[in-house]
């Protein structure tokens, strides 16, 4: 019904900065939601940063200062910005939303394939 679509994940040195991107398609009415999760290796997935329709951005503690979340909401694209990246940044990085696919059905989630964040040291 959605696709969500990551990109620009790649390898980085410490104190580097990388833009993810996240393209949501289908059967979209309106997004609610859009957020960023990451998951390290051995690691629950976890919140990174989250842009609720509406809402200012929630950041994560580890994130607050260094990424950044924007949407486009013409384009339904969601981007986080991230700066002086740390190895422990390390983590295939989700995107997530909260779309009603029709004016009369309720929020549903879908999820990206995830794109891979390394940050070496």
Do not use: H
């Not at 979209?28 to 629950?44: C, D, L, S, T, V």
């Not at 002086?84 to 983590?91: C, I, N």
């Not at 879908?110 to 390394?118: A, K, L, M, P």
């Amino acid at each position: 019904q959605v696709q969500l679509v990551e990109s620009g994940g790649g390898l980085v040195q410490a104190g580097g900065s990388l833009r993810l991107s996240c393209a949501a398609s289908g059967s979209i009415f309106n997004i609610n939601r859009m957020a960023w999760y990451r998951q390290a290796p051995g690691k629950e997935r976890e919140m990174v940063a989250v842009y609720t329709s509406g809402d200012s951005p929630v950041y994560a503690e580890s994130g607050k200062g260094r990424f950044t979340i924007s949407r486009d909401n013409a384009k339904n694209m969601v981007y986080l910005q991230m700066a002086s990246l740390k190895p422990e940044d390390t983590a295939v990085y989700y995107c997530n939303a909260l779309v009603r696919t029709d004016y009369d059905t309720p929020l549903d989630e879908f999820w990206g394939q995830g794109t891979q964040v390394t940050v070496s040291s």
